[in-house]
C-alpha cells in the first residue's frame, strides 16, 4: 500500500528549489483542460526538436 | 522526438489496454509546465493485458531506446511477459512500458491512487499527485528535483502572486 503524502517530511532539497519555481505558467497552466495541457506538451516537444534540429545544422 | 500523444491514447483504448499515465506527462496533466520527451505508463501485468499491449502498439514498431543499432529486440507478449520494464523508441515517439516502478509498485498498487481524467475523446487513468510527488521522491533523481518543487507546489496551491 502507497503511503499518504503527510508520511513525507519536506525535503531540504527540494524546498531550495520552490522560490525559483515560475508560479506564472502554473497558473496558467490550471487554467487549462487535461487535453490542453497534453496538446501544449506535444506543441513544445515539436519546438524543443525542432531548436535541435537548428543547432545541428549550426555545428557543420 | 516529439510524442504523438493522440495516436498512443487512440492505440491503448483501441485495444482495451489496462494501464496508468504517469511521468511527465502526468505531472503536464496535473499543471506542471515542464518539458518531458516521453510517455511513461505502467500497465496491468495478465497475460491478457500484455497481449493487447503488444497488439496496440505492434504497428508503429516499439524498438529498445538507446540500444545498440541491429541488437536483436522481438516486440511480442513473451518477451514483454520475460521482462517488466521496457524504454522504447517507436513511430509515435519514445514512451516506456512499466511493470512496476520504485515506491509505487505495480498497476493494482498504484490504482487505488490515480484519478480518470477525459482526454483525446478517451478516458485515462493518471497517477494523482500526491502519488506522483512520491514516486518521484522515492526515484531520488537529481533532474526530478525542481519538478518535485513545481509539483508540491501544485498539490498545496502555493501559487499566489507573492
Redesign the interface.
Known amino acids: 500500500m502507497i503511503g499518504l503524502m503527510e508520511d513525507l517530511p519536506p525535503d531540504p532539497v527540494i524546498e531550495a528549489y520552490k522560490p525559483g519555481v515560475d508560479r506564472t505558467l502554473l497558473r496558467a497552466n490550471l487554467k487549462l483542460t487535461h487535453e490542453e495541457r497534453l496538446r501544449n506538451l506535444m506543441a513544445l516537444q515539436k519546438f524543443a526538436e525542432e531548436l535541435r534540429r537548428a543547432g545541428r545544422g549550426l555545428k557543420r | 522526438?516529439?510524442?504523438?500523444?493522440v495516436r498512443f491514447f487512440d492505440a491503448l483504448a483501441g485495444a482495451g489496454v489496462e494501464y496508468i499515465l504517469i511521468g511527465g506527462?502526468a505531472a503536464?496533466?496535473h499543471?506542471?509546465?515542464r518539458?518531458?520527451?516521453d510517455v511513461d505508463v505502467v500497465y496491468r501485468r495478465s497475460k491478457e493485458n500484455v497481449a493487447k499491449l503488444v497488439g496496440a502498439l505492434s504497428p508503429f514498431h516499439p524498438y529498445l531506446r538507446g540500444a545498440p543499432p541491429g541488437l536483436p529486440f522481438l516486440w511480442d507478449a513473451e518477451t514483454i511477459w520475460r521482462g517488466l520494464n521496457f524504454t522504447l523508441i517507436s513511430e509515435l515517439?519514445n514512451f516506456d512500458v512499466l511493470g512496476e516502478i520504485v515506491?509505487?509498485?505495480g498497476y493494482e498498487?498504484?490504482l487505488?491512487?490515480t484519478v480518470e481524467?477525459?482526454?483525446?475523446g478517451h478516458r485515462l487513468r493518471?497517477i494523482d499527485l500526491?502519488?506522483l510527488?512520491?514516486v518521484k521522491?522515492a526515484a531520488g533523481r537529481p533532474k526530478d528535483?525542481?519538478a518535485?518543487?513545481?509539483l508540491?507546489?501544485?498539490?498545496k496551491g502555493?501559487?499566489?502572486?507573492s
Request: charged share 20%.
Open positions: 522526438m516529439s510524442v504523438d500523444f506527462a503536464n496533466v499543471g506542471s509546465a518539458l518531458t520527451q515517439g515506491g509505487g509498485g498498487a498504484l487505488p491512487c481524467i477525459e482526454a483525446f493518471c500526491p502519488t510527488i512520491k521522491r528535483f525542481e518535485i518543487a513545481e508540491e507546489l501544485l498539490l502555493a501559487l499566489d502572486e
